[in-house]
Each structure stands twice: as C-alpha cells, then as structure tokens.
C-alpha cells in the first residue's frame, strides 16, 4: 500500500528517532521509494543525514564519557562505550578512504578506527600505543560500513590490552591487539 507523502514522512520521522542510524538506503527499502525521495523528505523534515546524526548522538551520549581523547578526535562515530571495558564505532567508507584504481580502502584508515577506539576506551586522561599486533584479513570496498568492537582484555600498573575486531557486515575484516599505555595507576575496581 502506497502511503501519502504525508503519512509517509511522519512515519519517516518516527523511525529515524527510534534508529537513528538508520541509512536512506533501508529507509528507501521500508518505503519503497527512491533514494532521492527520502533524502528530499528529510530535507523537508528538517532531519539532517545520517553522518551528522551519527556525530549528534555521540556528541550527546559520550561527550563526557571519553576520557583520553576529544570525542571529534575519534576516528568513525562512537555508538557505544563502556570505558575499561568495551567501545564500539562505525565508519562508512567513502572516495577519499579508498585506492583509487580498485575501490579498496587504505588500511591507514581501518588501523585509524581501531587505534582510536583503544584509545577511547581508556578511562584515564592520557592513553598512548605502546605497541600493536595487527592482521588485515578481507579488504574493505568503497561504500561499505566498517563496525570495529573494542574490548578490554588485561590490565597492569600502567598498561591495559585492548582487542579490537573490526567486521564488514559479521564478517572479520580486521584485528588488533593494541597494549595501551595509561598515565596512572588507577583501575576500575572489579565488583
């Protein structure tokens, strides 16, 4: 059943606060409608695209969360984050990320989202790379979102190992282990 342009928009504007990650492409799937018409609603809408509601919503959510680093310093969007314990980030691959003469992302940028959420992580005002075990199994095309998981898998006195995979829709595309220095000694006490 075909909706009114009027139904179709309030309904677009309940589902992008319900989800709001949601992308033009589901949302255009949902509807079934063009690209083009979503956009043009949510431009009507006032609802701005899905990047700058992304960056709102982490701003909103972990901007005084994330300890070690400033949140716009973060490479990709931060959905998630428990600090000392587990992170998650999205980045959308885009041209500038990308080789190219075959569309496969620049693996700076796949070491840059997982290195930035170790840091991020962190619960501590000052969070460096101490060292990093890294492996690059299935390259990352043009358009494609990353979603990088970071975990906390051991702590010392001064170090902290994080584990960082990073999928392309469930499938394992890269994985590093990144032993973080932290500036103090202060630990998350364990209930």
Not at 29 to 53: A, C, G, H, K, N
Not at 100 to 119: K, T
Not at 170 to 186: A, N
């Amino acid at each position: 059943m075909k909706l009114s342009k009027k139904e179709r928009q309030a309904r677009l504007q309940q589902t992008i606060t319900e989800t709001p990650f949601v992308t033009d492409d589901d949302l255009a799937r949902r509807f079934q409608v063009s690209v083009q018409t979503i956009r043009l609603d949510r431009m009507e809408l006032s609802i701005p695209e899905l990047r700058e509601r992304i960056k709102n919503v982490a701003e909103q959510t972990f901007e005084g969360e994330v300890r070690s680093l400033p949140i716009d310093e973060v490479i990709g969007e931060i959905i998630d984050i428990e600090l000392d314990d587990n992170a998650i980030s999205i980045f959308d691959v885009k041209q500038e990320h990308v080789f190219q003469r075959n569309q496969i992302m620049r693996g700076h940028h796949l070491f840059a989202q997982a290195n930035s959420l170790a840091v991020a992580v962190i619960n501590d005002e000052l969070a460096l790379t101490a060292s990093a075990h890294i492996l690059f199994s299935k390259p990352v095309q043009l358009g494609e979102r990353v979603v990088a998981k970071a975990r906390v898998s051991g702590r010392d006195d001064h170090r902290t190992t994080v584990v960082v995979k990073s999928y392309v829709e469930q499938i394992l595309v890269f994985k590093g282990e990144f032993e973080m220095y932290r500036s103090t000694t202060q630990l998350k006490e364990e209930i």
